[in-house]
């Protein structure tokens, strides 16, 4: 008898501090990345006017390509920390014909000043394309 009041005790006050417990111990999650990780130094180096093989060498294959829209690539970027918010990056990549004609998403042609002040803004843009020097 005292054995089974001794387990109810003990079942009561664990199953009460448990939540107390997993509150405290905070367990280590790891970095997840998914996708096409595609920074300022990549964009930089775009150029209107490459070919597709050449945007391909610059940026990786591209996740996902619509078969109903050969004109359009994109590159999607997930980074989820083990501790904080997701972070997620999307840049699209058209073309006219075989050749780069423009680029739309959240990710800016620049220097570290530019990458900084992309984040606080507006996350998805319209971006301007150097023609290629002839």
């Not at 005292?2 to 005790?9: K, N, R």
Request: charged share 25%.
């Amino acid at each position: 008898m005292h054995i089974t009041a001794l387990a109810a005790v003990c079942t009561l006050v664990v199953g009460c501090s448990f939540g107390n417990i997993t509150d405290r111990v905070n367990p280590y999650r790891i970095d997840v990345r998914q996708g096409n990780y595609v920074d300022q130094d990549m964009v930089a180096q775009l150029r209107r006017g490459m070919t597709r093989d050449q945007v391909r060498f610059l940026l990786g294959t591209p996740l996902v390509v619509d078969m109903f829209r050969n004109d359009r690539w994109d590159y999607v970027y997930l980074f989820k920390p083990g501790q904080g918010q997701a972070q997620q990056r999307v840049l699209s990549v058209f073309f006219n014909g075989d050749l780069l004609d423009r680029l739309e998403g959240d990710i800016e042609a620049g220097d570290a000043q530019g990458a900084a002040e992309a984040e606080r803004s507006v996350r998805s843009r319209v971006i301007e394309i150097e023609a290629p020097a002839k």
